[in-house]
């Protein structure tokens, strides 16, 4: 006969609140640790996908997600021309934020190389890749972007021709694709009226200068377009990719190109090192001790709830010893309810998990190796959780039937 | 005085049994030199007055609380000497000992059958078998229509019946019965009196009852009385 089901069995309702109430304890301390998974799923997703073996980057930063990178589109053409590099291509990553529908829009916008890189590696569930050198963009579904909508960044309308799933940048901003041209139009767009008063401070500029002064023609030119200025450089991209040809250690070609004195190089590796090594680390020590109070939390409530319902059997206890019951009957009442309540609550928590964490506005990434991990941790909790209980029921002595 | 099971068809032999609780200033003897013997099939009523040790001699007896001094044989086997419990308690207790209280203490989320069987499934009986006699004993006690009920939908008096049957469970050579029927009124209090003399002549089993209730006297076959710890000799009870 099992003591444990039909104490259980009596005290129906009160046994399901409790588990609902541990298993929403331990829905959080799961969210949490699916929070830190897609953190980490998040910051090297692109890093990930990109299928890039090195990233080459302005001197001394650490990349366009830890910091701004700028470099020279023209770097892609001098990587090219390393023994071992089987092709380059400009990268460009700048985060945006603009109203829609009323509501903040952030979009971290990416600019791919076209046309050797069009996003056709990107995760495409509707629509397409970019088709075309300009006005065309490749937004992830999360943005809510329906194919074929039209939007304005910029001076320009770009069209949505493809959705991405779950393409997000490491601060959790949601993905848009672009030509790299006008990835720099958007990110380095200016007013109408900035362009204006720049081209008039560049004209002052070039009129207080004897090259001004002595070559009139020189400051009608500083009156034109940025791009027809030879002395100015054309704008600057975030990042180069490159890509090894087969059979080619990276290192070799990391080790030629990290000698230019003007960038800095990374091995995808690396990279992803970089950006788990930064943010990323410090908010999984952040959840890590926050998941680990949970623990700590629910371990204690687990006690309490066990030990308030081996008080309320401590007249049956002492009935059940005096009728001659062995502990073990009495500890595997105790014990079988705690694992019970803690079996059913880590349920009630995967099942309203599964069902509230697609909502959460960031990734929520729950992996087997996780769940067994807490289901051991629940499993460890409910047996410490009824050691108080234990102690109790033992301490019980059967003339306590008598008072 | 040492009895074996083969020299004497005592049930009980208790000798100079002494309870004292606390000590110095504090100190109470609840029970002194208590001596008493109960036969098989024997049916035996402990009389007296509140505070006069009859539920600490019944406790003394079922091995619930050890005694300061004394000896206690149950069945031939000498269960406690030289200050010393020489079984397992708990196993003789659940082997060789019912209890039956003025409460009935059934399990509260246990039916009546289960509160019976537990008794026997803890004893090691096959859970078959345990169900069987379960419902035999309350049938026997006239609860067996009851026996799927838990004990909060049962009166006082079908109550003491599952707790009767519960101490009945493990065929025991012993049953303690302390105020049995002081909850139930003159008439169930009666029924459960004549019951344990069933019980006892049937099963060939000793009875040992406290009670107050001197209007069932004539149920018992003999009747102690106990005063300040002591106990006053006994007679037969229709001498009373």
């Not at chain 1, 929403?24 to 299928?51: F, N, P, S």
């Amino acid at each position: 006969m099992n003591l444990a089901s039909r104490d259980i069995r009596h005290n129906f309702g009160r046994f399901v609140l409790t588990t609902i109430g541990l298993g929403l304890l331990l829905m959080i301390v799961m969210g949490m640790g699916g929070i830190y998974r897609g953190l980490v799923q998040e910051a090297t997703l692109l890093v990930d996908r990109v299928d890039a073996d090195l990233w080459v980057v302005q001197k001394d930063t650490r990349g366009p997600f830890a910091e701004i990178s700028r470099v020279p589109p023209n770097l892609e053409d001098r990587i090219r021309a390393v023994p071992g590099v089987s092709s380059s291509r400009g990268f460009v990553s700048t985060t945006i934020q603009r109203e829609r529908n009323g509501r903040a829009m952030r979009i971290t916008v990416q600019g791919l190389d076209w046309p050797e890189d069009r996003g056709q590696w990107l995760p495409i569930v509707a629509g397409r890749a970019l088709g075309q050198a300009h006005y065309e963009m490749i937004a992830d579904e999360s943005l809510k972007l329906s194919l074929g909508e039209r939007l304005k960044f910029a001076k320009d309308t770009y069209t949505v021709v493809g959705l991405t799933r779950a393409m997000s940048s490491p601060s959790g901003d949601s993905m848009a694709f672009f030509t790299l041209q006008d990835a720099q139009a958007i990110q380095f767009d200016l007013s109408g009226e900035a362009v204006r008063l720049e081209r008039s401070a560049r004209y002052s500029r070039a009129g207080r200068i004897d090259l001004g002064r002595s070559q009139p023609q020189v400051i009608e030119r500083t009156l034109g377009p940025s791009s027809q200025l030879p002395a100015l450089g054309p704008l600057a991209i975030s990042a180069v990719l490159v890509k090894v040809q087969p059979g080619v250690d990276p290192s070799q070609v990391k080790a030629i190109v990290a000698q230019w004195p003007d960038v800095s190089v990374y091995t995808a590796d690396g990279q992803r090192s970089l950006l788990l090594g930064g943010f990323v680390d410090r908010s999984r020590r952040q959840l890590g001790l926050f998941r680990l109070l949970l623990i700590i939390v629910s371990g204690v409530i687990m006690a309490l709830i066990l030990y308030t319902l081996t008080l309320d059997k401590i007249h049956d206890i002492a009935m059940l010893k005096l009728i001659g019951a062995r502990n073990g009957v009495i500890l595997g009442l105790i014990l079988q309810q705690a694992l019970l309540l803690g079996g059913l609550g880590y349920v009630v928590a995967y099942y309203i998990g599964q069902w509230l964490f697609p909502a959460f506005p960031r990734r929520v990434v729950i992996i087997p190796q996780d769940l067994w991990m807490l289901a051991g941790v629940v499993v460890g909790i409910s047996v410490l959780a009824s050691l108080l209980g234990v102690v109790k029921a033992l301490r019980v002595e059967p003339s306590e039937v008598l008072a | 005085m040492n009895a074996s099971l083969g020299q004497s068809e005592a049930v009980l032999e208790a000798t100079d049994l002494t309870k004292i609780y606390g000590s110095g200033h504090t100190e109470v003897v609840a029970v002194r030199d208590a001596t008493l013997s109960v036969a098989r099939g024997e049916i035996v009523a402990l009389l007296g007055p509140s505070g006069a040790g009859k539920s600490t001699l019944l406790t003394l007896i079922g091995l619930i609380l050890p005694p300061n001094e004394g000896r206690i044989v149950i069945g031939g086997a000498t269960v406690f000497e030289d200050h010393r419990t020489q079984v397992n308690v708990r196993r003789y207790r659940r082997q060789h000992l019912g209890f039956v209280f003025q409460k009935a203490n059934l399990i509260p989320f246990l039916t009546a059958a289960e509160n019976v069987r537990l008794a026997m499934e803890i004893n090691d009986h096959p859970s078959r078998a345990a169900k069987r006699r379960a419902m035999e004993l309350l049938d026997y006690l006239g609860v067996a229509e009851r026996a799927e009920h838990l004990p909060s939908k049962l009166s006082g008096g079908e109550q003491q019946r599952v707790a009767v049957a519960r101490a009945l469970a493990n065929r025991p050579s012993l049953i303690l019965a302390d105020e049995p029927t002081a909850a139930l009124d003159s008439v169930r209090g009666r029924q459960v009196m004549e019951l344990f003399r069933k019980v006892a002549h049937e099963q060939n089993a000793g009875v040992v009852v406290v009670t107050h209730d001197h209007r069932a006297l004539d149920i018992f076959d003999r009747t102690l009385e106990m005063e300040d710890g002591k106990l006053r000799g006994s007679s037969p009870a229709h001498v009373n």
